[in-house]
């Protein structure tokens, strides 16, 4: 069974920045999950933030596009959101999480544009805390 774990959240003022990295364990992620990357304020439902599919091709939320960046870490099985340009609404619990994809065929899995529904990662990770004060 894979497992998640987040890392590289803190508190920030305002317009700061914070790199998460997501480090999965237990299976390997090439090939076989894409990875997102969503977030939960105190008495708020999880919302999507961005995420990146086994190809390479990533998606944004509007409210992050052009301020934050997900992409694979350099260590293996490592996801990384950079986040740039930090506002006290991007405050919130952090959770990275994994689609499984490997049944899809070889075209899907490369060229399918990953999707920010929550519904459709089965592996999260426990999350970790960012707080942009104002």
């Known amino acids: 069974q894979l497992t998640l774990v987040e890392s590289g959240g803190g508190e920030v003022q305002s317009g700061g920045s914070l790199t998460l990295s997501c480090t999965a364990s237990?299976?390997?992620?090439?090939?076989?999950?894409?990875i997102g990357w969503f977030r939960q304020a105190p008495g708020m439902g999880s919302e999507g933030v961005a995420c990146?599919?086994?190809?390479?091709?990533?998606n944004y939320r509007d409210p992050v596009k052009g301020r934050f960046i997900i992409s694979k870490g350099s260590a293996r099985n490592t996801v990384l959101l950079q986040m740039d340009r930090l506002l006290p609404e991007d405050s919130g619990r952090y959770y990275c999480?994994?689609?499984?994809?490997?049944?899809?065929?070889?075209?899907?899995?490369?060229?399918?544009?990953?999707?920010?529904?929550?519904?459709?990662?089965?592996?999260w990770g426990r999350g970790t805390q960012v707080t942009v004060s104002s």
């Open positions: 237990g299976l390997p992620l090439d090939y076989t999950y894409n």
């Open positions: 990146i599919n086994i190809g390479g091709l990533t």
């Open positions: 999480a994994a689609q499984r994809v490997d049944q899809w065929s070889k075209s899907k899995l490369l060229q399918a544009m990953c999707v920010l529904d929550s519904q459709e990662y089965g592996v």
